[in-house]
């Protein structure tokens, strides 16, 4: 079964930083997207940025990034030159064999001025 | 703009009441998602439709939850009886062809007392 793993359930980070959020997950498939969501206090869920598996050049939206390491199952998120709206819960989610996606539990991102 | 709407955003009831959620997906996408979201939980799929057929509705409680689209603008999702631990958020998400672009509603947040 697919699985994703967010080992850090919180973070917090001084403005202006640099964070990364680690995720792992765990697919039998070779063709698959990764996803990190973006949930703020107002609870609208927002994608930040996708990866296909298939891709081996890293994504990157603006001040986001991530490192995709396919062999190691491993898909962090980099956030350069942190903002204070950047304050947020960050889902990882992964699709699966059936055209799903499962999402991973959360963390918690704090962002202090 | 075009967005995924829901209704209501809030809804308050008693145990044993039946609740009904409704979501107008962004025009033209044609993939319906349905999610609830708690704390305990996280993020899980209940169900999805694809030109308004149900594809999957295995995360979905059989014997008191019911998912459908009576159009291509229109899902509810409703809940009879409702139970205290149904108190949670619930999303819609709507697509076009696959989920690798999902767009996320905000939300209804419901509370069974």
């Known amino acids: 079964a697919q699985t994703v793993t967010q080992s850090q359930p919180e973070m917090s980070v001084q403005e202006a930083e640099t964070v990364t959020l680690s995720c792992t997950y765990d697919?039998?498939?070779?063709?698959?997207?990764l996803f990190w969501y973006k949930q703020p206090p107002s609870r609208q869920m927002i994608l930040v940025i996708r990866q296909e598996a298939y891709k081996q050049q890293n994504a990157t939206e603006n001040r986001f990034s991530v490192n995709f390491q396919k062999a190691a199952k491993s898909f962090s998120l980099k956030i350069s030159d942190s903002q204070l709206g950047d304050t947020a819960m960050y889902f990882c989610a992964l699709t699966d064999r059936d055209d799903k996606i499962i999402f991973g539990k959360g963390t918690r991102l704090h962002i202090l001025p | 703009d075009a967005r995924v709407t829901q209704t209501p955003r809030h809804k308050v009831t008693e145990m044993g009441q039946e609740v009904t959620m409704r979501c107008q997906p962004i025009l033209g996408h044609n993939t319906v998602f349905w999610y609830r979201q708690t704390m305990m939980q996280g993020l899980e799929l209940l169900a999805y439709f694809r030109n308004r057929a149900p594809l999957d509705d295995s995360g979905m409680p059989k014997d008191r939850f019911s998912a459908e689209m009576p159009d291509a603008t229109l899902a509810t999702l409703k809940i009879q009886p409702s139970e205290p631990r149904d108190s949670a958020v619930y999303f819609c998400?709507?697509?076009?062809?696959?989920?690798?672009?999902?767009?996320f509603g905000p939300g209804t947040r419901l509370t069974v007392t």
């Open positions: 697919t039998s498939e070779n063709n698959y997207y």
């Open positions: 998400a709507s697509g076009f062809g696959t989920v690798y672009e999902q767009y």
